[in-house]
């Protein structure tokens, strides 16, 4: 099951960073529609369209001001004037008066939806871009595929009213606009809602078109709510594990599923280059894979803490949350910094300012990050635990807290020590609090027996002293006469008090003192004086 979890993870941050990254990417980005707002505010701001030389009022001057012209009155719905920056001379077909402004309103459709127009790109002269494929009195903007063959959008210089030569859209281009708008043409829900609802913009995209992906999406949440919700019941009661994971991944896994239906199978007849632009930014979809990944990190931690705590590692769990803050960390930077690429700003120059600062923050926290090692290398090998009785150093004591930076301990005269991390893993360490039993080896120097018989009989009588206790163990269990000082004979005395708590070990211990010493006195026996000793 680990392993499934583990490839499941590495699946899911696959998919968001392909999802996020990989996708075939718009030639106009959020960056590219934000310009071109605050170049349209600016041109109307200053009037430049009606001051660059001053004869025609409409800016029809040279191609850019010509093209800039149409568009500004066709975003402001303003069809009527949009018309007349349309050549409508010379056409297949009769148009009617009230026919122009449609004819301006579906050209504007489909070059939304089918040609992204670079305004500085277009020619600032009088007469146009020379040399261009096209004749002299044309200039090319750009062209159109359709499965009828390509469709070339010309400006044309034409006489005006006063027999000057304004720039209009050729009629070249007019009359193919009903052949543009049976390929690019709104939808019948999106022409109702183009009409009736307000004229506002945001990012390029249409109010409308706001309203109606938001419907879409909020339509694809409920579908998925719902069949979620019902697979979760069924796993409930078939008692199957992954009940408890779509429990947990309910929200997020809803969200992103919701979210990539959306952007996959919602009605394109309706998508303008701005709005490509903007679901292009992915920032609905960056956001449910953050919210997701988020969701996969939590769980994560959750499992493996069960683990640790199942296999007595209870103090191993305090490391998990550090651990998944820092990957929650590295999630967002990394959402941040595609989305900024998404949306057209350069994240190399971001991430290049990140390296400096972040190789300035790694040199000033060297010793934090080795304490940090410190404490992950203590909490995975566990030499000591929180509780342990143990000697570090020159230092005899009870380890009360393993931080991130140090390790406490409490000695033995009750105060406290602080040792850093990075340190106390290279530092001898004694865990008293490891040992499945303690010794017991009383050191016995005695005065030089009478006989022979005085000492074999002790040493009988302190063995079955000793394997007659209860909690001695049976072995090793050893009494034996070890050799001779000058004045005294020794003994040797080892055997194992079956305990680890300190303080049933000093109560056996002070009990079989105090027996030894009645064996000292039935055999007649005396420890060495210790003038003896030192003589």
Not at 141 to 158: A, C, F, H, K, N
Not at 285 to 295: K, S
Not at 320 to 329: G, H, W
Not at 471 to 495: H, K, Q, T
Request: overall charge negative.
């Amino acid at each position: 099951m680990k392993s499934v979890m583990w490839r499941c993870v590495l699946i899911c941050l696959m998919m968001f960073f392909g999802s996020a990254i990989a996708e075939p990417k718009n030639e106009v980005t959020v960056k590219d529609l934000l310009e071109q707002e605050e170049a349209e505010q600016q041109v109307q701001a200053t009037k430049e369209l009606n001051t660059f030389v001053g004869w025609d009022t409409l800016g029809r001057e040279t191609p850019r001001t010509s093209l800039q012209g149409f568009l500004t009155a066709a975003r402001q719905l303003d069809y009527q004037s949009a018309s007349d920056y349309l050549d409508f001379r010379n056409l297949p077909f009769t148009v009617a008066a009230d026919q122009k402004a449609e004819i301006a309103r579906q050209l504007h459709v489909s070059l939304d939806r089918a040609l992204w127009i670079d305004i500085d790109g277009l020619s600032g002269d009088l007469l146009g871009k020379l040399p261009e494929n096209v004749p002299d009195y044309r200039d090319l903007v750009g062209t159109i595929d359709t499965p009828e063959g390509t469709v070339p959008v010309l400006l044309q210089r034409v006489p005006s009213s006063d027999n000057k030569r304004i720039w209009k859209i050729s009629n070249a281009t007019v009359a193919k606009v009903p052949l543009l708008d049976k390929y690019y043409g709104y939808s019948e829900i999106g022409e109702w809602l183009s009409i009736h609802l307000p004229n506002y913009r945001f990012m390029g995209v249409m109010l409308w078109q706001w309203l109606y992906f938001a419907v879409m999406f909020a339509i694809y949440i409920v579908a998925v709510c719902s069949a979620y919700w019902l697979l979760s019941k069924i796993a409930q009661l078939a008692n199957l594990k992954l009940a408890y994971y779509l429990n947990f991944l309910y929200g997020p896994l809803s969200f992103l599923t919701a979210t990539i239906l959306t952007r996959n199978f919602s009605d394109s007849s309706n998508v303008t280059f701005a709005v490509k632009a903007v679901a292009e930014a992915s920032t609905i979809l960056i956001l449910a894979w953050l919210w997701f990944l988020w969701r996969v990190v939590e769980l994560s931690k959750s499992k493996l803490s069960e683990k640790l705590i199942a296999q007595g590692k209870k103090h191993a769990t305090y490391l998990l949350r550090p651990a998944a803050n820092v990957l929650k960390t590295l999630l967002v930077i990394a959402a941040i910094l595609i989305w900024l690429e998404n949306l057209g700003f350069s994240a190399t120059t971001i991430m290049a300012g990140l390296g400096i600062g972040g190789l300035a923050v790694a040199l000033a926290s060297q010793k934090s990050v080795e304490n940090l090692i410190g404490a992950v290398t203590l909490y995975s090998s566990t030499p000591v635990k929180v509780g342990n009785l143990c000697r570090v150093g020159k230092f005899v004591g009870t380890v009360e807290e393993i931080g991130l930076r140090a390790t406490r301990v409490r000695t033995i005269e009750r105060t406290v020590v602080y040792i850093a991390n990075a340190k106390f893993i290279d530092m001898e360490i004694e865990n008293f609090s490891e040992r499945e039993k303690m010794a017991f080896r009383p050191n016995l120097l005695l005065e030089m027996p009478e006989s022979n018989e005085q000492l074999t009989e002790f040493n009988a009588a302190l063995k079955a002293l000793l394997e007659q206790h209860e909690l001695i163990d049976e072995s090793p269990c050893r009494v034996y006469f070890n050799g001779f000082s000058p004045f005294a004979v020794e003994l040797y005395v080892l055997s194992y008090i079956t305990t680890t708590d300190f303080e049933t070990y000093l109560q056996v211990s002070d009990a079989l003192h105090f027996e030894i010493m009645n064996l000292l006195h039935q055999h007649k026996l005396k420890l060495a004086a210790p003038e003896l000793l030192q003589a």
